[in-house]
């Protein structure tokens, strides 16, 4: 399997460097990935982590040359439908994510199940308050948007987020439950960007043999 990053900025070069290290087949990268030879993209499993607007207009490149596909790019929730029905049309695998931490799809299950919880005895109103570095081009977080679908399924409301974008913070997600008694807090703190790349690889290792399309958390929740 080779592997190939769509998107070189620091997503990218932690990616790269992760590939590298596990010895994997690496066909290298491209800020410019619709230039690609379509002969080598039929070899190869591309992880995109470049920006909202590139995702929006490379995706029918990627489902149509490329082996596989990993979405890594957030910001593109409203087209969500769109681009997985053009995956599916052109028979391509693909694995999405609005983060790719193992540690925050535990975070999104462990979400779903308190609030599924709480959802049936009543009495908690919900609020999230995410942070990131000053780079990140979208507010509220896809990490976020997720965390907040998932409540917001489960308790029959509209969570409030907050969104805080200082510094150099790889993220940091706090859930809320407030009662009239009490509060439940749940909280995610990513120390570095490490996470999400080694995330991103395991991803596309998974995607042989991978039919349709397929958010991450229930891949990886699946073992």
Known sequence: MKLFISGYGKMGKMIEKIIL??????????E??????????????CIDFTTPAAIRANYKFLAENFKAVVIGTTGWSDIKDEVI??????????????????????????????????G?????S???VEMHHCHKLDAP???ARSLADIVDANMDVKTDIQS??????????????????DRITL??????????????????LRTEGLAGVCEFRDVILSR
């Open 187 to 204: 909280t995610h703190e990513a120390f570095s960007r490490e996470g999400f790349a080694a995330g991103a690889v395991e991803a596309a």
């Open 141 to 143: 977080s896809g990490t």
């Open 85 to 118: 029905a053009y995956f599916e049309k052109c028979g391509t695998p693909m694995i999405w994510a609005t983060n790719f931490s193992i540690g925050v799809n535990v975070f999104f299950a462990v979400t779903d199940h308190i609030s599924k919880m709480l």
């Open 21 to 30: 290290s596990r010895g994997l087949e690496y066909a290298g990268w491209s």
């Open 32 to 45: 410019a990935v619709t230039e690609t030879d379509p002969a080598l993209a039929k070899e190869c499993v």
């Open 164 to 181: 805080v974008r200082c510094g150099e913070i790889p993220g940091i997600h706090t859930i809320g439950f407030e009662g009239l008694n």
């Open 126 to 128: 919900p609020y999230m």
């Open 120 to 124: 049936s005895t009543g009495g908690y």
